[in-house]
Each structure stands twice: as C-alpha cells, then as structure tokens.
C-alpha cells in the first residue's frame, strides 16, 4: 500500500502539472499548449511506460487495499456493542477504504470522460487552425486546415499568423484526406464538458468533481504520512515534517486540481 | 476529596463460555463509592449476584497495580476506560458520575476468544513472544556479565520504553483492524536495540511477524489508537523499527 501509495502522489504531482496548462494560458495559446502536452503524453516511450507503470499501481493498491480490508474485518468477527473510536484516532485514519472505494468512482466516471474518449473512443475532435498560406496547398486558400504535428517541423509566426512551412502535411477540413496526424483536442474536450454554456450537467460535474477532490484530500491527509510509517520511517527529526509535508501535500494537490474546473465552469 | 456514593447502570457482556453466544445483560448497582477502583466495583457488582444467587461476572485481573498486564475490559467505547496511561485497575470511580450507565466488554479479536463473560484467552501473545521474543543465553557457567557490554544511555532507554509492555492486550482490543503490530513492534525493538539482542534480530523480527499473523490478527493501517489506549505509552516508533527490522531482514535473510 505504501510504496503503490506514495508512486500514485507522484503521479497526482504530474497529472496537476498538466492540468494547470488549462487554466494557466488562455485562448488558442492555451488550447495549442495543452494539446502538444496531451499529444507528448500519448506518444513518449517513456512516458507510455510510465502510464502503464501507473495503471499497475492503481490495480496493486486496490486489489491490496480490499484484500486487507478484508483480513482486518475478519480480525474481529464480533464488533464492539459500544465503541468511541473518535477518541483515539482522526476519521481520515478510520476510513480510508471508503474513501479509497469513492476515489476510485471517481477514477471510472474521469476515465470514461477523458481517457477513454481519447484513448479507445477516438471521439475527440482535430485541433484545427485558421492558416493564411502564401502558397497555399491543395488550393485551400485561408481555408480551415487541422493543424498537424510532424516532430522536428513547428509553425512560424509570420506577420502574426501562424503559417506552416512548406511540405508540412495537413489534415483539410471537408474532403477527409488525411495528409498526416493531428493533435486530437483534449483541450476542446475537456472545456466543454465543465463550461455552462456548452454542457447542460456541467454544474453537476464540477460539483462532483470538487467533492471527489475533498475525499482525494482526507485519504491523502492520512495516507501520504502513513506510507512513511509503513515503511519504517519514523525518526524524531524527519516525522515532524513529513506530517507538515502531507498535510500541506492533502490541501495543497486536491485544491489546485480542484479550482481548474470551478474558473472553466465560470469562465465559459 | 471527599468521597462520594453514586448509583450506576451497567451494560455487561455476558458469556457462559467460548462457544455459547453471548449478550448484553443490564444491571443497577447503589452506593458504589467513587474512591473504589473500577475492578472493586466490579467485586461489589459480583457480591449483589452471589447474594441474588446469580452467577457472578468473570474477568481477568492480578495484581491491581497498572502492572501485570492481566486486566483489561472495554469501557463505554474505550480500552482500560476513559483514562489515558492507566490499565483498568487502575481506573477509579471518580471518573464515573451518578447516573452514569457504563457499558463493559471483553477485547474482541478473533485471537482473543472469550473463555467467559469478560475474559479473553491471550495465549496468541504467549505463541508469538515463544516465536522469537527472546535471547538466547548459553548457560555454560561462563555467562557474561550484562552489564560489560557498554549499551548507549539513549538505546537503553528506548528498549526500556518498549519492554514497559505488559502485553495486556489493549492495542489489539482498541484497533479497528485488530491488529497486534504495537505489541509485537514493542517486542521486537526491545531486543533490536540491544546488542545482546541483535544477534538473533532477523529471526525475531520474521518468526514473531509470521506467527502474528498466523494467529488471525488484523493489519496495521496506522491509525495510531493503539498508541492512545495504551496503558503504558509504547509509542508508534516501535511499530516502524519493527517494519524497518521486518524489511531488511525479508531482503536479507536466508529464510
């Protein structure tokens, strides 16, 4: 539980980084910046294996949390007729495999939302871009062309437009000729989903979204300083800031995951 | 402090024996003094039955002075009562008020079962400290002195701290897994931190484990109760050494 615990706090260090990109540049800027990093995300060995790594981890920390669960509810075949638990120990402590069971939920419906429709669906659409070409291609003169991503060869800004350079390949809007591969547009994908006026359940979303984050919150309260425990670290010097670093660790993550679909839902 | 008289209900688990199915049976109890200990309370509760020729309530206790490790009850939601740092022999009823209803159970483990009302049998404590929670001395008539062997003040003082465990049990009784970790961790550190004890750690640490959990005791999620119901403050840190100790000796251990 311990050593998948603390793998899947890191990975909630790098999924925020990410996530901060919708909110941290705005308009085409944001939403072309968002889609290099989700098209990075998709496309790095490295990072294919550490999605896969972190797959596992959830599996391994699910599958451990029940299998314990189960053992320690088997440790007491007959509960206490009157129990006070509250005085010696937090509620975030006592329930961490209700809160583990409501994160994963969580993880489904995020997963069905985002993931899948990227992943498997393929239903995200194209990023396209209004291009001005001097030398317009296929005769598609300031006509709607998808922007593509050809690794080594980037748009240049010319007069304030973006204009590709010449045997770049494009996607043409309309005749369905695939010239190369797009960015899919997560960005798109994800701002409608949590923006008022294109999602009639958005509110519901962000809500549920932001309650997610609070019970993300009490299981990280305990969890990331009782990882150390586990794993035998405990020491007059360090433990002390390792329960300031997870309880600032427990506010800080699920709150800044939190505000991204609250400032979309009120922005849009 | 002058001494008070108060009239109390008890809700008490009553059990005819390991098998038998148990229940809560309710009884009133006048004038119990508030200088009388929670256990002479019980002895009072134990007179009235006898004298209503009815069976008397069963429960473990020795030397009533916080220091054999043989009482112990469940008292309204918590083990050895609402003190901290004290077993419940050493609770007194000046803790109570009239009025007061106060609910006794016995530890509930599956590695605790009941022999009646409110005794448990604690012998896995026994099982797993005969697994390993010992050093072993050749009594060849050469025995050295312990005391030649310079042991720092500082690692003296924390083994000392660890084998304050009276193994009364309260740790698992209070856990919600039931998990015996503190006592177990209390005993492997006790000998982890000394020389003497160090040659046989990696044993230790690995047969008491597997005994543990041979015995049905739940898993350590680090709740830290156990820390505050026990009678004698064996603190978190042992639990961790003994993680530690568990560990290394996993990864380097023939066995």
């Not at chain 1, 890191?10 to 980084?17: E, K, Q």
């Not at chain 1, 050809?150 to 770049?168: A, C, L, R, S, Y």
């Not at chain 2, 310079?150 to 690692?155: E, L, R, S």
């Amino acid at each position: 539980m311990a050593l998948t615990g603390l793998f899947l706090c890191t990975f909630l260090v790098g999924h925020l980084a990410g996530n901060l990109q919708l909110i941290l540049k705005t308009g085409e800027e944001g939403r072309r910046a968002f889609n290099e990093y989700a098209y990075f995300m998709g496309h790095n060995l490295f990072i294919k294996i550490l999605s896969y790594v972190t797959y596992a981890a959830i599996l391994i920390h699910v599958i451990d949390g029940i299998a314990l669960t189960i053992q320690n509810r088997k440790a007491r075949p007959v509960r206490y007729a009157y129990s006070k638990p509250g005085a010696n120990s937090s509620s975030a402590s006592r329930s961490m495999a209700i809160l583990g069971t409501l994160i994963l939920v969580f993880l489904a419906t995020h997963m069905a939302n985002f993931w899948w429709q990227m992943k498997v669906k393929e239903a995200v659409p194209l990023h396209t871009y209004k291009l001005e070409m001097d030398n317009p291609m296929m005769g598609a003169a300031n006509a709607e062309l998808y922007y593509t991503h050809v690794p080594g060869i980037q748009p240049i800004p010319k007069d304030g437009k973006n204009i590709i350079e010449k045997g770049t390949d494009l996607y043409i809007k309309g005749t369905n000729v695939k010239v190369a591969e797009g960015y899919r547009d997560l960005h798109t994908l994800v701002m409608d989903f949590f923006s008022k006026s294109k999602n009639e359940g958005a509110l519901f979303a962000v809500l549920f979204y932001l309650i997610s984050m609070i019970v993300l919150a009490y299981h990280l309260l305990h969890g990331f300083q009782s990882a150390f425990q586990s794993l035998g670290i405990n020491h007059p010097k360090y433990t002390p800031l390792i329960k300031i670093i997870g309880t600032a660790f427990a506010v800080v993550v699920p709150f800044l995951f939190a505000i991204i679909p609250v400032i979309i839902y009120m922005n849009h | 402090m002058a001494s008070k008289f108060i009239n109390i209900t008890l809700k008490i688990w009553r059990q005819k024996n390991t098998n038998a199915k148990g229940g809560i049976e309710t009884y009133s109890l006048a004038n119990v003094s508030t200088d009388s200990s929670f256990l002479e309370m019980l002895d009072q509760l134990n007179e009235q039955l006898i004298n209503e020729q009815k069976e008397p309530v069963a429960f473990d206790h020795d030397c009533r002075e916080g220091i054999c490790g043989m009482c112990s009850l469940y008292i309204n939601g918590r083990a050895h009562g609402p003190e901290t740092g004290t077993t419940t022999c050493q609770l007194h009823m000046r803790s109570f008020t009239d009025g007061d209803t106060i609910y006794v159970e016995p530890w509930r483990s599956r590695a605790f079962p009941i022999v009646k009302d409110l005794v448990v049998d604690r012998s896995a404590f026994d099982r797993i400290q005969q697994a390993g929670g010992f050093v072993s001395v050749n009594t060849s008539g050469r025995t050295m002195d312990a005391n030649a062997i310079p042991i720092p003040k500082h690692d003296a003082d924390k083994a000392f701290e660890a084998a304050a465990c009276i193994g009364c049990g309260a740790c698992v009784a209070t856990c919600k897994n039931g998990s015996a970790m503190l006592f177990v961790g209390a005993k492997v550190s006790q000998y982890a931190l000394l020389p003497q004890g160090k040659v046989e750690a990696q044993d230790r640490v690995i047969n008491m484990v597997r005994q543990m959990d041979e015995e049905g005791f739940g898993n350590c999620t680090n709740t830290g109760a156990c820390e505050v119901e026990c009678p004698k403050g064996i603190s978190l840190e042992n639990i961790a050494r003994m993680n530690r100790e568990f560990l290394s000796a996993s990864l380097t251990a023939d066995k």
